[in-house]
């Protein structure tokens, strides 16, 4: 059974940046499309980047686009995102989680079926 746990999560001032780490145990990650999303209190859980799992295709929402980067290594069993550039809109709880890798009106992760615990982002002076 496939079970992902995040790292990396923290306190950043404004500009600052933070590198997120979802490993994976029980099975491998390699067969799945991962994304990492969201979620800021009082909000809705959002979609934030999701890469496909040979790692040729990768998605960001427009409001992280040129500031994150999604990356996986199938050899160490782990997702990473590196984050720059870190607004206080990014402070969120964000979840890893692994989807079927087939696209789904054109974007893979839109059907997550494993998720993390979670890690806290703060960005704050």
């Known amino acids: 059974q496939l079970h992902l746990v995040e790292s990396g999560g923290g306190l950043v001032q404004p500009g600052g940046s933070l590198r997120l780490s979802c490993e994976a145990s029980?099975?491998?990650?390699?067969?799945?499309?991962i994304g990492w999303f969201r979620q800021a209190p009082g909000k809705e859980r959002e979609g934030v980047s999701c890469?496909?799992?040979?790692?040729?295709?990768?998605d960001y929402a427009d409001s992280v686009k040129g500031r994150f980067t999604i990356s996986r290594d199938n050899a160490k069993n782990t997702v990473s995102l590196q984050m720059n550039s870190l607004k206080p809109e990014d402070t969120a709880v964000y979840y890893c989680a692994a989807a079927p890798n087939i696209r789904y009106s054109g974007l893979y992760c839109q059907r997550p079926f494993s998720w993390g615990q979670g890690t806290q982002v703060t960005v704050s002076s």
């Open positions: 029980g099975s491998t990650l390699n067969y799945y499309a």
């Open positions: 890469i496909s799992s040979s790692g040729g295709s990768t």
